[in-house]
């Protein structure tokens, strides 16, 4: 099964910034919206932020205004920076389609991302 593959998590301080990326190989990913999920410790996976082919955006309350989605659709690629990051956004990261169907990717193994002093 197709895998992307998920880089760039860290350990960050509070209010600090980093940028994921996600590269997915394939007609998965230039056909449909891509989704960046997360899990966090104890908690279910959740959608984070979702760009379309044509680059319409959608984020989660808790994450808007602070995190931004982008795709680079001739390099398969799509980024999450993420700013003023609160321990909250402790967790794992995996980029995937949206929704999710049949057809989506195999989860990968993801990017952990931890917030903390």
């Known amino acids: 099964q197709v895998q992307p593959v998920e880089s760039g998590g860290d350990l960050v301080q509070p209010v600090g910034s980093l940028r994921l990326s996600c590269t997915a190989s394939?007609?998965?990913?230039?056909?449909?919206?891509m989704g960046w999920y997360r899990q966090g410790p104890g908690k279910p996976r959740e959608l984070v932020a979702r760009?379309?082919?044509?680059?319409?955006?959608s984020y989660a309350d808790s994450v808007k205004g602070r995190f931004t989605i982008s795709r680079v659709n001739a390099k398969n690629v799509v980024y999450l920076q993420m700013n003023s990051m609160k321990p909250e956004d402790t967790a794992v990261y995996y980029c995937?389609?949206?929704?999710?169907?049949?057809?989506?990717?195999?989860w990968g193994q993801g990017t952990q991302v931890t917030v903390s002093s």
């Open positions: 394939g007609s998965i990913f230039s056909l449909n919206a």
């Open positions: 995937n389609t949206y929704p999710l169907y049949s057809g989506s990717f195999a």
């Open positions: 760009i379309t082919n044509g680059g319409s955006l």
